[in-house]
């Protein structure tokens, strides 16, 4: 399986981007998909899922980021509004095998897939 993650850029706060991650190799149609975030120094952060057909979000990103996948296409997309200076950070998209549960979603170790990842930078 491999997962391609595109979308990222240099944008304005306030601004919007949409990212995109395509599935090849096998359908994911079953997988817990989601988004995880980094930043320099840090580790990977959750920051949205679908598991079992269920949204989870990170509260830093509730109400203004949106995830949904298209399972048609296998790919995954996370639509990011009022995007704040502090959301800059590495995307990278993941998907986990099918037996993750939900304590553990929010796990980056939990993930077996990623994708390369895809800069997005808030900054005036």
């Known amino acids: 399986v491999q997962l391609q993650a595109s979308g990222g850029g240099l944008v304005q706060p306030g601004g919007s981007l949409k990212l995109s991650c395509a599935a090849s190799?096998?359908?994911?149609?079953?997988?817990?998909m989601g988004w995880f975030r980094q930043v320099p120094g840090k580790g990977r952060e959750f920051v949205a899922c679908?598991?079992?057909?269920?949204?989870y979000y990170a509260d830093a990103v509730k109400g203004r980021f949106a995830i949904s996948r298209n399972i048609a296409e296998s790919t995954l997309y996370l639509q990011m509004n009022s995007l704040k200076p502090e959301d800059t950070a590495v995307y990278y998209c993941?998907?986990?095998?099918?037996?993750?549960?939900?304590?553990?979603?929010?796990?980056?170790?939990?993930?077996?897939?990623w994708g390369q990842g895809t800069q997005v930078t808030v900054s005036s």
């Open positions: 993941a998907a986990s095998g099918l037996g993750l549960i939900l304590s553990s979603i929010r796990s980056p170790a939990q993930y077996n897939y």
């Open positions: 190799g096998r359908t994911l149609s079953r997988e817990t």
């Open positions: 679908i598991w079992r057909g269920n949204i």
